[in-house]
């Protein structure tokens, strides 16, 4: 079965930090640039942050730039966000999805949730 | 930054009526708009890809149209278990951007 996993969310005061992760399986992770997507409570989605296959390609959301790090290891089929700096604002469900070239995200984790509070 | 105008906000209808949707763009961004299904507690599953192509395993009475900056999503028949949030979202250019999402309820 295709899928994506992701762990890593939390509780975290602000100014924390979390490494989230998202290990993949039923596919060879690095035929795919991945993406990060979240979703705060009760809020719409937010795309977050994509990296290329071969992780040579990075982009960031404005609200997320200079804070987080998208990174993968193909050799562990395992995607990554290093999350610095926490703000409250933050706090979502955050979705790894996968990405077939010049296709759109078309498989999705159940989502790991973030928590940012004092 | 293109931003996503859906509309309307919130829809509820009986079971067997027709849905649509509509997805408006800030700029052109041809067919590179999709839609997307999130039931409560569930990630976002890919209904129609490139405004009208149907992804693998959707059921026929979902369909998508549109291009440019004017995209539609259409329900056939409504069924109860179609009760869901959908969102359109554009992949034209970075960054990428959702719509702000439809709750489509059913009576």
Known sequence: EVQVVESGGGLVQPGGSLRLSCVASG??????????????????????????SDGSDTSYADSVKGRFTISRDNAKNTLYLQMDSL?????????????TTGQPMDVWGQGTTVTVSS | EVLLTQSPDFQSVTPKEKVTITCRASQSIGSSLHWYQQKPDQSPKLLIKFASQSFSGVPSRFSGSGSGTDFTLTINSLEAEDAATYYCHQSRTLPWTFGQGTKVEVK
């Open chain 1, 27 to 52: 596919f060879t992770l690095s035929n795919y640039w991945m993406h990060w997507v979240r979703q705060a409570p009760g809020k719409g989605l937010l795309w977050v942050s994509r990296i290329s």
């Open chain 1, 87 to 99: 703000r409250v604002e933050d706090t979502a469900v955050y979705y790894c999805s996968r990405v």
